[in-house]
């Protein structure tokens, strides 16, 4: 795509949005030339065509977030005047420049959409810096394993449990939401340093003394659930060799690991969820 392509992308998407992703290139060209100064001119136009990627799916995110109404065209205008949102958008897009990985331009572009819904001071923006330094520091594998796991650990149907839903039903409805949530990862595997780099990355936190219960994960209260009996034997004995053989039992996520994780997981589910409680 040539930069007069993006800004035609700007126009056929119009409003806010489309002076959004006009400005952002026309910021993000500069930025990269200085970065790339000195390099290679194949080296700068593979870079160039990596950031147009991830400004690509930037814009349709920022597009779906205006149709919504979640923010104000008028946030969406002078996001970039703001020198915290800019600096952020500058190392997304910088980022974005070293990959040719797809799924990481939408990862990045989803950090970005959610930063605008967000305040500059508030837990997730802080914490969604680091975040996207993590994201250009782990491999796709890493970036997935976050993704099972904030699946064990975190996403929860909302609300849990779920509204009239008798304690006898809950085995068999949470069977069929776990074995939906889970199911892309059955073929999943963890490489014997990616616990440990990605805690050198400060996505995630080691403890070897302290080993969870996986029944005790999806258990509420009154509302029991034995993963022994999960419908799906082939993804309960994946999940459970995982659990114990690859030490998924001895880790907690950090604000930084759980924000990769729910975007990770949400694009391999085609699913959203909504980071409640992050301001």
Known sequence: MEPVSL?????AIGGASGKFVEKAWDSG???IQSYFKGHKENAQKQATENSKDFLNELAQRVKQLED???VSKEKIYQAQDHPDFSAFLQKALLTSAQTDSKDKHKLLARLVSERLTSEPESVFSLASKMACDALSFASTNQIMLLG???N??????HPF???GLKPEQFQDWMDNWITQ????FINFTIGKQD???LESLSCLKINQFVGRDLNQLYTVGDFKFDFNILKDTVLKEKIKQLWDGSRLQTIDLTTTGQIIGVIASDMISNTKTNFDGWE
């Open 161 to 163: 449990p779920p509204v």
């Open 152 to 157: 064990l650990y975190g996403i929860r149907p």
């Open 68 to 70: 919504q109404k979640t």
């Open 195 to 197: 616990l440990n780099h």
């Open 148 to 150: 099972l796991v904030i």
């Open 7 to 11: 800004i035609a992308l700007g126009a």
């Open 181 to 184: 949530r889970l199911s892309p």
């Open 29 to 31: 060209e500069k930025w």
